[in-house]
Structures are given as C-alpha cells and as structure tokens.
C-alpha cells in the first residue's frame, strides 16, 4: 500500500493511506497534490474525506480557484449546502466569462438552487428555486455549449414544468453528444450517462437503459459518481415515467451494518459458536453477502462474527470500516485473545487490511458494558449515513442464534435497536447452521441471572473504593458570542432576561435534562435522550435568534454558540454543588466543541450525529463540516452542523 509522492491514487484505501501518512509540511508547496487526491475522493464517494483534504489546501493556498470549486462541490455533495454556498459566492467574486472555470462555476451555483429546491415543499419557493437553477445552468451552457451544463438546463426546465423547453434542451444535447461522439475518451462515464439522460428526457427509454449500462460500467467503483446519476433519475422520476431497467442499470452495492456472536470459549457447554462450524460460518455470510451485494461494510472486529465477516468483505475486494469499542489491548483481552493466538493474528490482519478504523472511545474498558451498545449505536449510525449519501438502502447482517438472551450491546439488543427503526435485517442463523453441521438441533443455555446489568467501574480514592459505571449522555455546551465584551451595565439585563429565557425553553421543553449549570455565560446541560437535546438546542438557537435583544438592553446581535457530543461519561455527587455531576473524557470533548461553532449555529461531534441518525428520528438533519480541530490543542473531530429537516439553510 506505501506509494510514492509521484504515484497517483488509484483506490480509496490508497488515499486514505496517503492522506494519513503524509509528514508535516510535505504537501506544503503542492496546491495540485491537494486538488489531485481531493478531486479523488470525491469520485469514490467520500465528500467527507475530499473536503478534509481540500480545505488544508485551501489554508495553504486561499485564492486557488481550483481548490475552492472543488471544495465547493465536496460541501455540496456531502449536503453542506448553505457551507457550499458560501464557498461559491467567494468564487464567483473573483472569476469573470473567461475564467477555465467560469462554466463549472456557474454549474455549480445550478447545483446549489437545485439541492435548495430537492428541500423545498411544493410551492412558489420550491418554484422559483428551479427557475434560478435553470437560469445558473442555461448561462452556463450557453457560454460552453458544453452537454453537461446543457443536461441539467434540460432537467431543472423540466422540474420547472416547462415539457417543451425542456425536450428542445435535451434535443440540443443530445445532438452535441453524437457530433462529439468520436473524440470522447472510451473511459468518459458521464458522458454516456448525458446521453442517456437526455434519451430520458425525450422519452427513448430502451436507448437510455443501454447508455446507463455503459456507464455504470465504465464508472467501476466510483460510487459517488453512480449515486450522483441515481439521484438525478429519482428526482426526474416524480414528474416523467421512468421504467424499471433504467433504475436497475444505475444499483450501487448495499450498505451493511454487521453483528455477530464471538466464537465460544472451549468451556462453553451446550455450544452456541463453536469453532468447528467456523468454517460453515463464514461460507453462509458470504453467500449472505453475495446474494445483497454488499459493497460497504461497517463493523467491530471480535473474534468469531466480525472477523469472518471482514473477511469475507476484504475476498470481495470491498470497503471495510471497523468499530472499536474502547482502547485496543482492552479489546483485544476482552474480544479477541481469549478464543486463541491465531485470532489475535487474524485481528491485527483485518485492522491492517480496513478502508478505515475507528474507536467509540481511547479510554480503556473499566469493564462497562455500555461501550459495546454504544458502539452498536455508532456502527448502524455510520452505515445510515454512508447509505444516504449513496442512495442506498441500508442493511444489517447479523450472525444470530435466535435463542439467544438479549444482552447489553450484544447481537441480539443490535438487531432489535435496527429493526424497531422499521429498518429490514439478513439474519444468519447459526441454530439452522449447528443443524446442518451436526444433524440435529443443538440448544443455547440460557444464563441463570441476567446479564443484561452494568459492570462497574472502580477507582480508589482515600483508601476506599468507589463504584461508578459510564452512562452514555448527551451533552450540551453553549456560550454567548462576545460575553466578555459585555459592559457592567449589561449584566442586569443578561442574568434577568436572557438567562431567564433560556430557563424558559428548558422548562416548555417536553424532554428535561438531566443536569443544568452555567457560570458567567457558559451552559452545560446533560440529556439522556439524544433526540431530546437536539431538539432543545434547536429550540435554544431560535430562541436567541429570534429575539430583540435590544430592546431588552443588550447588543441587537447578542448570539449563541452551541456545541453537541455524545458519549461515555461518569456521573458522581459533586460535593459542592451537593448534586449529581457528570465528568470524564467525553464531558471535556464536548467543551472543546463549543468554543469553535459559528455564532447561531449548533455543531455536532460525528458521535452525536450517528447516535441521531441510529435513533430513527426523522426531524432532523446533519450537514457535514469536515475534521475539525478542537479547541485547546484536543485533538479533532468530525463535525456536523445540526439543523432540522424542514430548514432549507
């Protein structure tokens, strides 16, 4: 996998490795290695990664045109579309009609309205978003006569409900793409995808199958590239028929959420796993995996299930993201080490072969349980997100004796956390495999006690033990932008009015927290719920946003910044508050998330944001930001920006 500074990259895997693994400063002078390995990205899927990678070009290199539109498209492509836009209007600034990029610029800006109007119900807004795409578009094509601006003037006419127009466009492009259709490369994807849109728009729907075909084929593995034309056929389908091959030409590889049993102890009596069906085992997630089409996994990496299955993904040559619940060695003691060193081998195999691996928490084990579920929660949230940005529906593969007792974390409390989100599962049954494998049924003993309790943590302290097990919460950090400018006048007017408000809205909240402090204008709320404290911070934003601060004797921009994260934390009586406290790692990475959101904004830790989208709700939605660093030297994290589903901005 070690490439070269001079070798370009040819897979994901490839990219991330780089990306990773370059030293300090040596893509320093190199705007065209950042643009190079962002523009990547992009192709395989990942607006995420891309925008990482294109905005330390961008600190590098703050006027390069280049950097900026691609930036742009990754913000765009990743859902970030106010961020995009942003983005764009800098650029717009500085290019003029004879610009290289003046065309894609103004494409882009088409694509902007379009992804405003995806938001919109139906209505005058909805309406005039088309009509300000088509506009951005149209411009464009008529500048460049170029087929890819002119296919999504014909689109966006025909979404503005202008048939005749539209297939006139399409017409145009279409007779484009035959004159030039010789000095195409034989590698050019999306040129056979115009194609075939057009032949959609002009209702020729057999030829358009076929353009597809070639395209999807050509494209490989370029699934954001595939997702990016699905999109486009799904959008155009609400308002013309689109038949079935067509739909069938663009599927993209199924998003899989795993969960499995480890393989059992040798003194493990009657046996659920034992290693002698191992074989077996993996042969039936692999059929499983075949049958789905299963392109994307995420993951934890315990002996037995996870392995094999990881595995069976790496043989396929497909994209693997790992899980760890807490620190490695404790992993390794706790998940893998017991069933054998050959394990152990395997373990440290499949982490070296990953697309990607992450850890829930750094911090070790202390033997709380709760880490295993919150990974859970963490491994369905990552694959939801992966799907929707592919346009994909999502599945879990469980590997799942169905007598089996649910237990915190465990497989069975995995698949019922899925499906009571209406969400389907392949379940491998491992009581039907033991059958085949021995003849006959072989039945799990149940435990006598239930294991479905939390392990506690112990820590000393004066000589005494104490006993305190992690708790999985949500976190809230919020502060007033330009607090500490305020005069002493202003106090009066901040301590009653707008500290007051605040108590208003937790008070009309239906979901209370658990814990509330504040000092000076600082303010820590702990919830239980994760959807309860999105809601809240939303309702916090609006309410500092919409009122006049004025008029109530403080600054007319009085604002909020508010940071999200969610994690394993330990609660305590705080001796001198003499109430309940919560503290840990994850209470001081939340704290460091606060102090870099943008004013009237609530940013999101990625834990906080998966936990969200693992809970079904769907009243919200989360716009990537990137890898951020956090404040006071913390380390990163990827953030999202939180907003609710009906906002278009």
């Known amino acids: ?13 490839e990219i991330i490795y780089a990306w990773k693994a370059r030293e300090p400063n040596t ?37 390069h045109i280049d950097l900026m539109y691609w930036a742009a498209l990754a ?70 006569y170029d087929y890819f601006p002119g296919i999504n003037a014909a689109s966006m006419t025909m979404l503005a409900g202008k048939t005749n127009e539209a297939k006139e466009i399409a017409r145009r492009v279409y007779n484009i793409c035959m004159d030039q259709k010789h000095a195409i490369p034989t590698d050019d994807y999306w040129f056979r995808a ?55 030409a663009l599927d993209i590889p199924k998003v899989v959420a795993f969960t499995g049993h480890m393989i059992d102890t040798p003194e493990r009596h009657p046996p659920r796993f034992p290693s002698i069906i191992e074989g077996v085992v993996k042969d039936e997630i692999a059929i499983t995996l075949r049958r789905i089409n299963a392109g994307f996994g995420y993951s934890s990496a315990a002996c037995g299930a996870d ?36 394990w152990v081998k395997r373990f440290e195999y499949v982490m070296s072969r990953a697309t990607n691996v992450h850890y829930a928490t750094e911090e070790g084990y202390l033997h709380d349980d709760i880490l295993f579920q919150y990974t859970g929660d963490l491994i369905q949230g990552m694959a939801l ?39 389907g599962a392949e379940i491998v049954d491992l009581e039907t495999i033991r059958r085949k494998f021995h003849g006959k049924s072989v039945a799990v003993e149940k435990p006598a006690v239930s294991v479905n309790t939390l392990s506690q943590s112990k820590h000393e302290r004066g000589g005494r033990k104490i006993q305190i097990a992690r708790q999985i919460k949500a976190m809230l950090f919020a502060d007033v932008v330009g607090f500490s400018k305020l005069g002493e006048e202003n106090a009066p007017s901040f301590f009653v009015d ?42 916090l934003r609006d309410m500092v946003l919409n009122t006049d601060w004025k008029t109530l004797g403080l600054p007319e921009d009085t604002n909020v910044r508010i940071g999200m994260h969610a994690g394993p934390v330990f609660e305590a ?61 913390f380390g990163s994290n990827v953030l999202y920006r939180l907003r609710r589903a009906d906002e278009t901005e």
């Open 194 to 248: 115009t194609v075939g849109e057009a032949c959609l728009l002009l209702d020729r729907q057999e030829e358009a199958a076929g353009w597809y075909r070639e395209a999807v084929l050509l494209a490989h593995d370029r699934y954001g590239d595939i997702a990016t034309m699905r999109r486009q056929i799904k959008m155009l389908s609400m308002h013309i028929e689109v038949h079935e091959p067509i739909f069938k």
């Open 573 to 633: 009586e705080d001796p001198i508050l003499q109430q309940n406290n919560y503290y840990g790692t994850h209470v001081n990475q939340a704290a460091r998330i606060e102090p870099i959101t943008a004013a009237g904004a609530v940013f999101m830790s990625e834990q906080f944001s998966c936990l969200l989208m693992a809970s079904g709700n769907p009243d919200f939605a989360c716009d990537y930001l990137g890898t951020v660093e956090l404040a006071k030297k």
């Open 27 to 63: 893509w320093g002078n190199n705007a065209d290695r950042f643009l190079q390995f962002g523009k990547k990205a992009i192709k395989y899927g990942h607006p995420s990664l891309s925008f990482d990678i294109l905005k330390e070009g961008l600190a590098l290199f703050p006027e």
């Open 498 to 539: 707008f500290l007051g408000r605040v108590a208003n809205v937790i008070a009309v909240n239906k979901t209370k927290p658990d814990f509330c402090n504040t000092w000076g204008d600082g303010l820590f709320l702990v919830f239980n719920e994760i959807s309860a404290a999105a809601d809240f911070s939303l309702s």
């Open 1 to 13: 996998m070690i490439m070269e500074k001079s070798e370009t990259p040819n897979t994901l895997e």
């Open 385 to 423: 997100f992966r799907a929707g940005h592919l346009e994909v529906e999502p599945v879990m593969i469980a590997l799942m004796d169905s007598a089996a007792p649910s237990k915190i974390g465990g497989t069975v409390d995995n698949v019922q956390a899925w499906q009571r989100q209406g969400r």
């Open 75 to 144: 913000l765009a492509r990743g859902g970030s579309t106010r961020s995009a836009a942003n983005l764009l209007g800098r650029l717009l600034e500085r290019i003029d009609q004879k610009s290289p990029v003046y065309a894609d610029t103004l494409s882009l800006a088409g694509r902007i309205a379009k992804d405003r109007y995806t938001k919109l119900p139906e209505g005058k807004e909805r309406r005039e978003s088309a009509e300000k795409s088509t506009a951005y578009y149209q411009r464009a094509f008529e500048t460049s």
């Open 307 to 342: 392995i094999l299955f990881i595995e069976a993904m790496l043989e396929r040559e497909a994209e693997v993201h790992i899980l760890i619940p807490f620190r490695k060695e404790d992993f390794i003691q706790t998940s893998v080490a017991f069933a054998g060193e050959h």
